[in-house]
C-alpha cells in the first residue's frame, strides 16, 4: 500500500511511501479488537468503589421489636437493608479490574486496527511534524492545512516532542502520542490519524 506524503503546509511533497500490508493490509480481526480495548478500558478502572454492608452502618443492633405475637412483620436492628438508611446486601467492594491479555493478540489488535483505519482512508503521512515554539495557534494551523480540522485527530510521532505536545494540550479533540506508545483504543477513537513519516519503519515492524 502506497499513501502521499504531505508537508505541514498541507502539499504534497510528490513523494510516496510504501506500507507495510503485514500491518495495514491484513483483514482485521474483530475479536482480537474487542479483547484489548475491553483491557485498555478496564485497566483506567480505579476499582475504589466501596458502599456499606449491614456491619458497616452507623446504628443501634436492638431488636426493633419482638419476633412473634406483633401483627407486622419480622425485623432485627435498624441496620436492615430493607429499612431507609440500612446498609446495601452485595454492593460494590475495591477491586482490580485488570486482566492479562496475551502479547499476540494485542500485536494483531493493532495491526487490525491500523488496517481498518487505512481502509477507511483515515491515515496521512506528514513529513515532518515539528513546532519551532509551544504556540496552540501553529498547531491548529498545521490541521487546517492537513484538511483534518473538526475531526479526532492522533499524531503519531518517531519520539517525544515538548513543543507539539504543549501546543496541542489546549485542543479539543486532538491527541499526541508516539508510536512505542499507540494502542488500539486511541487508534480507533480517532477519525484522522496523522503519521510522522520517521516513525514509519518502527510501526512497518509491530
Known sequence: MELAVYNIKGEDTGRKVELSEEVFGIEPNEHAIYLDVKQYLANQRQGTHKSKERSEV???????????????????????PVLVGGGRVFGPRPRDYRFKLNKKI?????????????????????????IEAPKTKDFINIVKNLKVDGK???????????????????????????????????????????????????????
Open 152 to 206: 479526532k485527530v492522533l499524531v503519531v510521532l518517531p519520539s517525544q516532542d515538548k513543543n507539539v505536545y504543549l501546543s496541542s494540550r489546549n485542543v479539543p479533540d486532538a491527541v499526541v502520542t508516539t508510536v512505542a506508545d499507540i494502542n488500539t483504543y486511541t487508534l480507533l477513537n480517532n477519525k484522522a490519524i496523522l503519521l510522522a513519516e520517521g516513525c514509519l519503519e518502527a510501526i512497518n515492524k509491530l
Open 58 to 80: 452507623s446504628g443501634s443492633t436492638r431488636k426493633l421489636h419482638k419476633q412473634k405475637g406483633g401483627g407486622g412483620s419480622r425485623i432485627g436492628d435498624i441496620n436492615s
Open 106 to 130: 494485542k500485536q494483531l489488535a493493532r495491526k487490525s486496527a491500523l488496517s481498518l483505519k487505512a481502509r477507511e482512508g483515515e491515515i496521512m503521512v506528514v513529513e515532518n511534524f515539528t
